[in-house]
């Protein structure tokens, strides 16, 4: 009878642990899934992660544009600056070209207001304030008329363009495209007067064509 029993208890005992062998076994191979609630949240941070992302990616890249325009900016400043100089370079030996062959012309100027200039400054000499207006002139120190552009008021090397066939500054004009000698208004500036006033000491007109 005690043998029965013994062997009774070993085959409950026998059961128990197979029992918690399955049970232990079936656990391992499901495994604990991810709650719905979890696997949203997962979703989204990733997607949260994506658009933080992008929205580096567009600004980083809008930064980059700024520094390409910054510099294509300063280039074409360069550029500009560099033809500017390049004119002004040569602005005086081209307007000497001028000043030489429109040399006749200007002499003309002179010789035939000579002898009005010459009555206005003895005028002058004699006046209480030593200076009296200019009568050669428009008496604000305008000719009404220009030698060089003959009135058009542009400049003569650029025909008013202000730039060349090579696409450089006129050096005559500088890249203005006006006539350097009467500022574009087609009057030129008068050589006998200075403002439209002539002092009995003023300096006598220029011989030669001014180069400004």
Request: proline fraction near 5%; charged fraction near 20%; aromatic fraction near 6%.
């Amino acid at each position: 009878m005690s043998d029965r029993r013994h062997f009774l208890l070993f085959l409950a005992f026998i059961g128990a642990a197979v029992a918690s062998l399955l049970l232990i076994t079936t656990g391992m191979g499901r495994g604990p899934g991810p709650r719905p609630e979890n696997t949203t949240a997962a979703s989204s941070t990733q997607e949260s992660g994506i658009r933080e992302a992008a929205a580096t990616g567009e600004q980083e890249t809008g930064v980059d544009q700024l520094v390409r325009q910054r510099r294509e900016a300063l280039a074409a400043m360069g550029a500009e600056q560099a033809r500017r100089m390049r004119a002004a370079r040569y602005m005086e030996s081209e307007r000497a070209t001028f000043q030489l062959n429109w040399h006749a012309r200007w002499s003309a100027v002179l010789s035939s207001n000579w002898p009005a200039f010459q009555r206005l400054r003895l005028e002058a000499k004699h006046s209480h304030n030593k200076h009296i207006p200019c009568t050669i002139c428009d008496g604000r120190g305008r000719m009404d008329f220009c030698i060089l552009c003959l009135n058009s008021g542009q400049c003569v090397a650029c025909r008013g363009a202000g730039k060349l066939i090579s696409g450089d500054y006129c050096p005559v004009c500088g890249g203005s495209g006006k006539c350097y000698l009467c500022g574009g208004i087609g009057k030129m500036t008068c050589p006998f007067c200075d403002d439209g006033e002539i002092y009995a000491n003023g300096a006598l007109p220029p011989k030669l064509m001014p180069l400004h």
